[in-house]
């Protein structure tokens, strides 16, 4: 950076006055005139020979403090930092420790500057991590590879994705088959193979050769865009601790100054050793300079925002994050969340004839668009349907006729109906008898299934003290059964969508203070619900804009063990600010204490700026270890 | 209507949070959201303000708590 630069190079300079100043009055007969605390020899040509280097290498170190001082002053910013330093040091100048006021200006700015470099440093490197912007666009127009902003790429255009690459935005693969890395939109490190016609979401990064994509979303709707206006404004709710230092800043400053004035006053009427309580009111002043809680505290929720970014977890602002980590109460939506939001075929009664009944189920159920009949048909092998005369019956099933044969596919109650005698199957999903000819051939079932690490998600969750509930609109049979497979500690079933909100609203109520209340859902319809949780959790990528909007927390994947990651990085971060606040105050209440007291006063102004400033670049390494 | 402005050498942290809040203290601007991290502010002008008026009263305010950051838009 020039500007960094720019600053050392200052440094430098000041440094080599310095260095010349302290030669001159150490080895020098000047020393007998200049003696600290003989006061201000301006008649003899010699104190000027002290003095002005001394003042030049001050000047020039420290030029910039003065000046942002003078301006805060005007403009009703008391006590800044760079107030203090100001005050210090004209303070140390006043009782003509030159060496002293020098010295301690340089070494605040070098400080400065490490600090600048590594805030600079932590800055890019959490930036880094959230740069999923494609840079640019090639498209095919006219036949002709144009290379455009992802801004200009209209949709429908052809675009050409070398190695490397990102894809700019959403759309559909031409190309027979390309591989992408899609780890900076869901933190799932395997590479990702996609087919011909299926959709590649922008941010991707082309692993393979060359391919071919169709745009199917103006860049503004796209994927990428979505989740860096999310990740961009992420920090517009700052966190309580990062209020809290605002607060704490209102009551702190006044108070370090009523102490530095009555260090100063109170003590010398007693000693009437008026210089030496002065600097220690000084060195006071530069103690109390809160910069490591400043810097750092931002700094840690950006830096656990970035990391969780990077797993694929968008937590929006310092606030969340922090909720998140004091989350002991976890509603699951069941259908979509704990399930995997589609049926699947989990038995066919009896197994032997498996293939015959499935074919059967698959003549008459083929056709239909709902749901279980999907499912049934995505699980049937591929007879000829042609001829089917089918007609559906209301609540009961359908029937299939040609010619003489007629196939009948329905619950019990079609069953009990038509007479047919049967063998009624206990099941927690849709069970689906199949009768040929008036003949029973046997049942299918059909039910959404938990996903494969719910059990083992709300295991852990458990395990840490937390309670889970599952919510559902199921019947009570549905839910009681799926509530036990994975093990909630309990389970509110036939809740409509529109009561949901209320329901947790009301459990909220009832469990008072402590803790906070994290919902997740899968977006779809519960908008209200995620909006009403202390933290609301969407899953399952960028879906609905009101879910996103709604939700605290979007997890890209959709894979519940993320809202363990995101609950492990969340309880970090707050640790580690914690950690930050304590060590800052801590170390500065001891050098404050050591001031007063006096124990330091040799090197008392040096220690109060490596206390301001060392604790700021700790603070801000520890920081970093959000990122991890 | 909205702008975004890159915030070249905005050096701290709590700089930002300082500009943020005098920012939304000026009469026009109806939102404001300075992102340390991505060295970014985000405004939304105030329907009917007078631009030119709202943008040199956003420089100098700008200008105030960080003499030398300076702010280019970034279009689209």
């Given amino acids: 950076m020039k500007r960094e630069k720019k600053q050392l190079l200052r440094i430098v300079v000041a440094f080599a006055l310095f260095a010349v100043a302290m030669i001159l009055y150490k080895l020098t007969p000047l020393r007998s005139i200049a003696e600290v605390g003989e006061g201000w020899n301006v008649g003899d040509y010699r104190f000027y020979l002290y003095a002005l280097p001394f003042i030049a290498s001050y000047v020039i170190a420290g030029y910039d403090v003065i000046r942002k001082a003078v301006r805060n002053l005007l403009s009703g910013r008391l006590l800044d930092e760079n107030f203090l330093m100001v005050v210090a040091t004209f303070g140390a100048i006043a009782l003509l420790d030159l060496p002293e006021a020098c010295g301690v200006m340089i070494f605040y700015q070098v400080g400065e500057l490490f600090q600048r470099y590594a805030v600079g440093k932590s800055r890019r490197s959490i930036a880094a991590l959230m740069d999923i912007r494609p840079d640019i666009a090639r498209v095919l127009r006219s036949g002709e590879e144009v290379v455009v902003s992802p801004e200009e790429v209209e949709i429908g255009e052809t675009l050409l994705l070398r190695a490397g690459e990102r894809v700019p935005v959403d759309a559909v693969l031409l190309s027979e088959e390309g591989t992408f890395d899609t780890s900076s939109l869901t933190g799932e490190s395997l590479p990702r193979t996609s087919v011909s016609g299926e959709e590649v979401l922008s941010g991707s990064i082309n692993l393979g050769g060359e391919v071919r994509l169709s745009a199917s979303q103006k860049y503004e709707n796209s994927t990428v865009r979505k989740i860096l206006d999310l990740v961009e404004n992420a920090t517009a709710k700052k966190a309580k601790s990062e209020n809290f230092i605002t607060r704490f800043a209102r009551y702190y400053t006044p108070i370090v100054v009523i102490a530095a004035l009555l260090i100063a006053l109170i003590p010398p009427i007693f000693t009437s050793e008026w210089g030496e309580w002065i600097k220690r009111a000084l060195t006071f002043l530069v103690v109390s300079c809160p910069c490591a809680l400043v810097i750092s505290v931002p700094l840690s929720f950006f830096g656990g925002i970035g990391g969780a970014s990077k797993k694929g977890i968008l937590v929006k602002g310092g606030s969340a994050l922090e909720r998140l980590a004091e989350a002991d109460g976890f509603l699951f939506d069941k259908t979509g969340t704990i399930t995997e939001g589609r049926f699947s075929v989990v038995e066919v009664y009896p197994s032997e004839r498996a293939e015959e009944i499935l074919a059967a189920a698959y003549i008459a159920e083929g056709a239909s668009n709902h749901p279980i009949a999907r499912c049934v048909s995505r699980y049937a092998p591929r007879v000829d349907r042609e001829g089917y005369e089918v007609r559906e019956i209301a609540g009961r099933g359908v029937v299939a006729r040609k010619g003489e044969e007629m196939i009948l596919v329905g619950n019990a109650r079609l069953l009990k109906e038509e007479k047919v005698t049967f063998e009624e199957r206990e099941s927690a999903g849709s069970v689906l008898y199949v009768v040929r000819n008036g003949v029973y051939l046997g049942s299918v079932t059909v039910a959404d299934t938990p996903k494969s690490n719910a059990r083992e998600v709300i295991a852990s969750l458990k395990g840490e003290g937390c309670r889970t509930i599952m919510l559902t609109g199921d019947r009570e049979f549905a839910a009681a059964a799926v509530a036990a497979e994975v093990g909630v500690d309990e389970y509110v079933s036939e809740l409509l969508p529109q009561d949901k909100a209320a329901w947790v609203e009301r459990y909220m109520k009832e469990r008072g203070g402590k803790g906070s209340v994290c919902f997740i859902g899968d977006g779809i319809n519960d908008a209200p619900v995620l909006a009403t949780a202390d933290v609301g959790v969407s899953m399952g990528g960028v879906g609905s804009d009101a879910a996103i909007e709604a939700s605290d927390v979007v997890l890209m994947k959709d894979d519940l063990s993320s809202i363990i990651e995101g609950r492990r990085i969340a309880r970090k971060t707050t640790r580690i600010v914690r950690e930050n606040i304590v060590v800052a105050l801590g170390v500065k209440v001891l050098v404050l204490l050591l001031t007063a007291l006096g124990v330091t006063s040799a090197f008392a102004m040096w220690l109060a700026v490596f206390a301001d400033v060392g604790v700021a670049m700790l603070a801000i390494l520890n920081a970093m270890r959000t990122l991890r | ?76």
């Fill in chain 2, 1 to 76: 209507m909205k702008k975004v402005y890159e915030m070249t050498d905005l050096c701290c942290a709590s700089c930002a949070a300082e500009i943020e809040g005098d920012v939304r203290k000026i009469e026009g601007i109806a939102l404001c959201n300075v992102n340390f991290i991505m060295q970014k502010m985000t405004l939304e002008i105030a329907e009917g303000a007078d631009e030119a008026k709202v943008i040199k009263a956003l420089c100098k305010a700008v200008r105030r708590v960080e003499p030398d950051c300076d702010l280019v838009e970034v279009k689209g």
